[in-house]
């Protein structure tokens, strides 16, 4: 029977269509909303407006990792920086505690909208992050 509690949030892997795989200290799954129109037609009796669905609208992916040797994540801003417009797939898996996949977001259209390396501190010693902005076109979910 599986588990019915919910799960957590350290259990998880990102993937990302032509580059290597890569852990990543965090994921920010973007909010999408659906934007609505208000109208009112003269003949109505009804004073207020009434409201419409219109275009669905999906916020950014954020991607924080440690930074290594691995340059693929600027490259691909680079890329993207540099007027070549490289769309990829991204795929967000959730597992739970024995490993399995139990969700799934699947960011279609993405590309690197922002790249930011955190601070350097001389008297620090945390780990230098790395910071990754996509934006998408949408992001579906999936069990």
Same mark, same amino acid.
């Not at 219109?54 to 991607?63: D, I, K, Q, Y």
């Not at 693929?72 to 490259?75: E, M, R, V």
């Not at 230098?128 to 934006?135: A, R």
């Given at each position: 029977m599986p588990d019915e509690a919910p799960y957590r949030n350290f259990n998880f892997h990102v993937l990302i269509d032509g580059l290597p795989?890569?852990?990543?200290?965090?994921?920010?799954l973007p909010a999408t909303r659906?934007?609505?129109?208000?109208?009112r037609v003269g003949s109505d009796p009804f004073s207020g407006t009434r409201k419409l669905p219109?275009? %669905?609208?999906?916020?950014?992916? #954020?991607?924080?990792r440690g930074i290594d040797h691995d340059l693929?994540?600027?490259?691909w801003f680079k890329t993207v920086r540099d007027g070549n417009l490289d769309?990829?797939?991204?795929?967000?898996?959730?597992?739970?505690?024995e490993r399995t996949e139990v969700r799934r977001w699947n960011v279609s259209g993405a590309w690197p909208v922002a790249y930011e390396p955190s601070?350097?501190? %001389?008297?620090?010693n945390e780990v #230098?992050?790395?910071?990754?902005?996509?934006?998408c076109e949408r992001v579906d979910v999936e069990i």
């Open positions: 795989e890569t852990g990543f200290r965090e994921v920010v659906i934007e609505f129109v208000e109208y219109a275009r %669905a609208v999906t916020g950014s992916v #954020v991607l924080r693929s994540l600027w490259n769309r990829r797939d991204v795929a967000i898996v959730l597992v739970d505690t601070a350097l501190h %001389a008297h620090g #230098v992050i790395e910071t990754l902005e996509l934006g």
